[in-house]
Structures are given as structure tokens and as C-alpha cells.
């Protein structure tokens, strides 16, 4: 097991990329700190599932709340003592405002995105600075239909705090990468041959959060079955 005894906060665990993240760290060993503000009783009975002796926490709430984000952080710690692993997966979405147009909610979604992003980071930074190793790995999307715009500036965001952590904290043996995945629903399977891409968005944060990856820091990884491939002419 790669993870065995490491601890491993992951948000947005209720469902989706989270849920899987969270379940194969599990496989790898790690304990594992499941944040949303939805029941995360399906990720944590896939995990008992997979794994009789797994060891979880569930912290429910709004990431966008600095005081939620430090109560689950140290409660977290509390538990398990070391703080290894945060993978910020959280989706925020379903901003409306009548006075704002299309575009100016899209990028309010990108920017509260990258703020509960940013309050995880800050959050969990003086842990991981404590015990000089630590493994930050941030979601964002490339492209979405209908939110497009969206995605865009949330992978602007994120890429540009993500770089700006690292820089920061690699002193103290600390790497800070992001993975921008296709949306779901742009992936066409048939193109390429894997089982989806959940499951290969979290082995991808698997390989960030691991060992393996000591000496990367501050990259940004498409995981898109090539979707982003520009064409040669």
C-alpha cells in the first residue's frame, strides 16, 4: 500500500471524482477525511466494502466557511495526529444572481471555487509546514457545455494558486499540483480505451499524493483522453 498510515482530506467526497478519490486512497492504506456539505454514506459504504479496516471520518458543512474549513481540519489532526494529504475537489455551482449576467456568474462560480480552494490550502499548510512533508493536490475543470466559461476561468484560478503554493511551500518538503480533468459530460468512452475517467482522474491525484512524486511540484495535468490535443495543422 502506498498510503499506509497517511491521512487524506478529501472534498467534494459525496460523489463523483471525490467519492472514487477517496475510495482508492483507502485501497492505498490512507485514513481518510471525507468534507461535503451532502452525506457522503455511499462514498463511506464503498469504502467499508472494499476495505473491512478502513479508518474514516466524515465532516459535513460549507467549504466556503473559513470556520467550518479550520474545525474540520482540526478535527482531522485530532483524530489521526499528521495531516499528509488534501485533495480539493470541491464544486461550487448554483450561484444566481438577476442582476449579474451569464458571464459575471460564471466567473463568480471560478472565483468562490478558488477561495474555498485557497482556505483548505491555508488551513492545512501549518501542519503540513510543521512536519516538513505534505502532498496538495487541487481539482479544476477544462470544459463543460454549457459552462464553459466557467471551467476556463476555475482552471485559471486554481492553476495560478497552485503554482503560487508551491512556490511557497516547497522549502518545507511540500508539493502543491492540479489536475484539470474533462467534464463528464464531454467524455466520450468510446474514444479511448479506459473504464472513465473518474477513476482515472484519482489515480492520477494518487500518484501526486505518493512518494513517486517528491520531485514534482507546481505542474498542472490534463487528464482528458486528449481532448486538449491541438490539431497539427
Known amino acids: 500500500m502506498k498510503l499506509k498510515g497517511q491521512t487524506a482530506i478529501v472534498t467534494g467526497a459525496a460523489n463523483g471524482i471525490g467519492a472514487q478519490t477517496a475510495l482508492l486512497l483507502s485501497q492505498q492504506g490512507a485514513n481518510v477525511v471525507l468534507v461535503d456539505s451532502a452525506s457522503c454514506a455511499g462514498t463511506l459504504q464503498a469504502i467499508q466494502s472494499f476495505r473491512d479496516k478502513a479508518i474514516y471520518l466524515e465532516c459535513l458543512g460549507e467549504v466556503r466557511d473559513k470556520e467550518f474549513v479550520n474545525a474540520a481540519i482540526a478535527r482531522a489532526s485530532d483524530t489521526f495526529g499528521e495531516l499528509h494529504i488534501l485533495v480539493n475537489n470541491m464544486c461550487i455551482c ?36 510543521e512536519q516538513k512533508y505534505g502532498r496538495i493536490i487541487n481539482i479544476s475543470s477544462i470544459s463543460s457545455c454549457d459552462k464553459e466559461r466557467t471551467f476556463t476561468a476555475s482552471r485559471r484560478s486554481i492553476s495560478k494558486l497552485t503554482k503560487q503554493t508551491a512556490k511557497e511551500l516547497c522549502e518545507y518538503g511540500i508539493t502543491c499540483n492540479s489536475i484539470t480533468p474533462i467534464a463528464m459530460t464531454n467524455f466520450d468512452e468510446t474514444k479511448i480505451h479506459q473504464t472513465g475517467t ?36
Open 94 to 129: 448554483g450561484i444566481h444572481n438577476e442582476n449579474q449576467s451569464s458571464i459575471d456568474q460564471w466567473q463568480l462560480e471560478a472565483d468562490l471555487k478558488a477561495q474555498a480552494t485557497s482556505l483548505f490550502i491555508q488551513g492545512v499548510s501549518p501542519y503540513m509546514v
Open 198 to 233: 473518474e477513476v482515472s482522474i484519482a489515480e492520477a491525484v494518487l500518484y501526486f499524493a505518493s512518494s513517486e512524486s517528491s520531485y514534482t511540484t507546481g505542474q498542472i495535468l490534463k487528464v482528458d483522453g486528449g481532448f486538449c490535443i491541438e490539431s497539427p495543422n
